[in-house]
Structure formats: C-alpha cells, structure tokens
C-alpha cells in the first residue's frame, strides 16, 4: 500500500478491507441519497505480462486518515440485493420447515398418546 498527498495505489485483494463504496447506503438506496461522499479513488485495470491487475488509484488527494471512496458500480450492487434476496428466500424456506417440522413432531406425539 503507497500513498502520498496526491496518489495511491493498492494491490486489489488488499482493497477490499480498505475502501468502501462512496454511496451513504447502497444496499437500500441504489440510486444515491442525500448523505453519499464523494469518491476519492478510481479501479484501473493494467496488464503485467499478460496478466490482468486492478489497482486503485486516487482521483484527489486524500489526507491521512480520511476514508477512501471508490463507485463499485450499480452492477455490483444489485448484484449484491439479488444474493440478499436469495438468502431471505431461503431463510424463509428454512423458517416454514421448522415450523412444520414441529407441527408434525407434535401430531406423532399426539398420535402416540392416544394409542396407549
């Protein structure tokens, strides 16, 4: 990780923990909201030997300590809202079987006790 006044270059499976999307809150709002940042950093793609790299490289100085801002981009978020969704299906799913599972268990334990 390199910084300066006025650059800064980070090694993309490092950037993760580092910088966060400049939206306030991308999940709910995808289109932006009054209380988004502003984003101080940019993703450039560069090729070593043939190999693809991302980087991030800063768009304005960026003072220490001040957080690093980066637009992951309308894809990656609704991308992100539809595993979200997936999830809460399949929780409820989860939560249905629970539930008839106890309903059943009760009736077999009903069913039992009448029969002695």
């Keep these: 990780f390199f910084s300066s006044s006025s650059f800064l270059v980070a090694c993309v499976f490092e950037f993760r923990r580092l910088v966060n ?5 991308p999940i709910n709002f995808p289109h932006g909201c009054p209380l988004d940042g502003e984003e101080n ?3 450039v793609e560069v090729l070593s030997n043939g190999w693809p790299l991302v980087f991030l490289v800063s ?3 960026i003072r220490g300590g001040q957080e690093v801002l ?7 978020w ?5 595993v979200l969704r ?11 079987l629970q539930v ?11 069913k039992k006790e009448k029969a002695l």
């Design 21 to 25: 999307d400049y939206r306030f809150d």
């Design 41 to 43: 950093v940019s993703f």
């Design 78 to 82: 609704e991308g992100f809202r539809q």
């Design 100 to 110: 008839l599972h106890s309903h059943l268990s009760a009736a077999e334990v009903d």
């Design 59 to 61: 768009v304005k100085p």
């Design 70 to 76: 980066v637009d992951y981009s309308a894809k990656y």
């Design 86 to 96: 997936r999830k809460q299906f399949c929780d409820d799913i989860y939560n249905a």
